[in-house]
Nanobody
Framework: VQLVESGGGLVQPGGSLGLSCAAS????????MSWYRQAPGKERELVAT????????NYADSVKDRFTISKDNARDTVYLQMNNLKPEDTAVYYCKSSRLAKEYWGQGTQVTVSS
């Protein structure tokens, strides 16, 4: 099982970034997918979740109307489009797959929002 995040980097406040998480080794279409983030000195927090079919999504209040999660079951990939980024969005972003008692995590990708 592998989850590999990509797309992180340095962006100015107000800018945009798109993250990808490529999955392999499990039946991707059967799993709900989530993005989490962890800033230095803080606990890991849930950013967004999408159902296995992609029809249902949920967002943390702090990113609602700025971030969009999407899932491509044909490509075994989940995405996080981040717009109007703020310095407080700086963190390592992780994707997670979950189904019943099973969950898998990626290694994370750094997002830094700074001028």
């Amino acid at each position: 099982v592998q989850l590999v995040e990509s797309g992180g980097g340095l962006v100015q406040p107000g800018g945009s970034l798109g993250l990808s998480c490529a999955a392999s080794g499990f039946t991707f279409r059967s799993y709900n997918m989530s993005w989490y983030r962890q800033a230095p000195g803080k606990e890991r927090e849930l950013v967004a979740t999408i159902s296995n079919t992609g029809r249902s999504t949920n967002y943390a209040d702090s990113v609602k109307d700025r971030f969009t999660i999407s899932k491509d079951n044909a490509r075994d990939t989940v995405y996080l489009q981040m717009n109007n980024l703020k310095p407080e969005d700086t963190a390592v972003y992780y994707c997670k797959s979950s189904r019943l008692a099973k969950e898998y995590w990626g290694q994370g990708t750094q997002v830094t929002v700074s001028s």
